[in-house]
Structures are given as C-alpha cells and as structure tokens.
C-alpha cells in the first residue's frame, strides 16, 4: 500500500450514518490490490449540497452516496447518467473532465447478486422500500423484464414511486396475503444495531421462495434467518454491495475492480478477522 502523501488520490463516501458501513473496506482493499495510491474515508453528513460544496473545492475524485441523500443530491450534480436520470436517485458522483456526474450502480449490483441464484425474467418481484435503494432496484428488475410489485410503510410514498416507474403497488398491510417469486427487503430495517427488527411476519414467507434483504450487516437478519427457516433460498445484502462497488470503481478508475479480493476483506472484515491498516 502506498503512504498517503500530496499524490494520494482521496474518494469518500457522504451519508448518515455511515459508521458501520463497509464501503470504505472493499474501496480500499481495491486500490491496495490494484496499487493504486488512494484512499476512501466515510463522512457522515448532514446538509448533502454543502458536502457537494466542499467536492467541487476540494481534490476529492469519486464519491458514493448513501442514505439519505441518494435522491435528494440530484439538484447539486451537473449531469446524470441517463440510467440515474431515468430512476431518479444516485449512489455514485465522478468527474467527466470538470463536470460532476451522477451515476446508479445500485440496480446492477442487485441484479447481479440475484442472478448468481436464479433466473429473472418474467418473475414476480415483491419490493419493500421507497427510497433510494428500492427506486433503483425497481427500475432495474423492471429492465430485466420482471413484473414488479412495490408496497411500503409509508402509502403514498410508494404508490407516487411506483406510477413514477410504472410498476405495481399493494398497500404495506396486504404484504402477508401477497406472494411472489421473489421478496426484496429494500429498507434499512434489520441493519445493525436493530437486527431483530423485521418488516414480514414469519408466517408469510412461505409465499416468497427467494428472499432477498440489502442488509449486510449483520449478514444474516432475523428477516433472512426465518426465511431460511422456512424453507425459502436466502440472499444477504452482502454481493449486491460489492458488485454496485465493483461498477463505481470502475468509473472513478477505468479499472476492473478485483472483486476476489473485495470479497475476502468484507468476509474477513464481518467475521471479526479484518487486519488492522
């Protein structure tokens, strides 16, 4: 690894909280790989146009975004990737020679990460969620040709977001009589330190074979462990986080990203056997 010196290229990621998030692991774990002198750090902000702000002054060369800013940040960018503009939320800022360009990487990541388990098209997929992460999600599940059902806590949330993608709505309380191929857990619920927390009563994912849950940490939710427990193939959050890392990586670098290696920091990392840099 090289010092962090003058010629140390900084990338960062802007969200609240961002404490517990894995980001700056895998980011870093790529530019050691790779031998690239850069670091990423995590900043917890509060005010996302005063942090863009402070992008544009300072020698910061990427950036990922994370909740809540990924839809709220678009009015402070210069351009959006047309993917970005069509799902209307951002996770990922680079430079295109002085213009700052939002990107989504989010859908991809999660498309990817259910392809390793099953095929997509023409499956019915069951998203909870209305924010950033489920916008993208939606967006790119629809892409795939699958027929994609939006519910949330907060009605009338969901249903603008759903007529705004042109996917179905179910009212959050009919969730437990719903079925559907696939279930998407899109929220931060369940996320550490409030893992017992789950949004589906366990009598009712046995309508769900597949149970899909963004969180990654903890890895296994007490969403995810009663799927399991009912029979349904369980998907952590865990590949869709590093596959959405791989694609910004990739945009800040023009590098392939050494996802081998991402994979291994993050497991040694949630497993308590990280080494200390």
């Not at 095929?119 to 699958?146: D, Q, S, V």
């Not at 969901?158 to 996917?167: P, Q, T």
Request: net charge neutral.
């Amino acid at each position: 690894m090289y010092p962090v010196d003058s010629e140390t290229r900084l990338y960062c990621l802007i969200g609240n909280p961002v404490a517990k998030s894995l980001s700056p692991i895998l980011h870093n774990a790529a530019f050691r790989a790779l031998g690239i002198n850069a670091v990423y750090l995590a900043f917890c902000v509060s005010d996302p146009a005063a942090a863009v702000q402070g992008i544009r002054s300072l020698p910061i060369h990427g950036v990922s975004i994370t909740i809540p800013h990924k839809t709220v940040i678009l009015p402070y960018v210069d351009d959006l990737e047309p993917l970005a503009q069509a799902m209307g939320a951002v996770n990922t800022l680079y430079w295109q020679e002085e213009r700052l360009i939002g990107a989504n990487t989010d859908g991809l990541g999660a498309v990817l990460a259910l392809k390793e388990k099953t095929e997509l098209y023409g499956r019915r997929c069951l998203i909870l969620g209305a924010g950033g992460a489920a916008r993208a999600i939606a967006f790119a599940l629809k892409t795939e040709g699958c027929q994609v059902v939006l519910t949330n806590r907060t009605g009338e949330k969901g249903r603008r977001l759903a007529e705004e993608i042109g996917v179905d709505w179910v009212p959050f309380g009919e969730v437990i009589r719903d079925k559907a191929d696939i279930l998407i857990q899109a929220t931060s619920v369940g996320m550490y330190p409030d893992a017992e927390e789950s949004l589906v009563p366990r009598q009712s994912l046995a309508s769900f074979p597949i149970v899909m849950d963004i969180v990654y940490k903890p890895l296994e939710t007490r969403l995810l462990r009663e799927a399991r427990q009912e029979g349904c193939l369980a998907i952590d959050g865990l590949n869709m986080l590093i596959y959405q890392a791989a694609a910004q990586f990739r945009l800040w670098t023009e590098k392939e990203a050494p996802i081998s290696v991402m994979r291994r920091e993050a497991d040694a990392y949630l497993s308590g056997k990280g080494v200390s840099r």
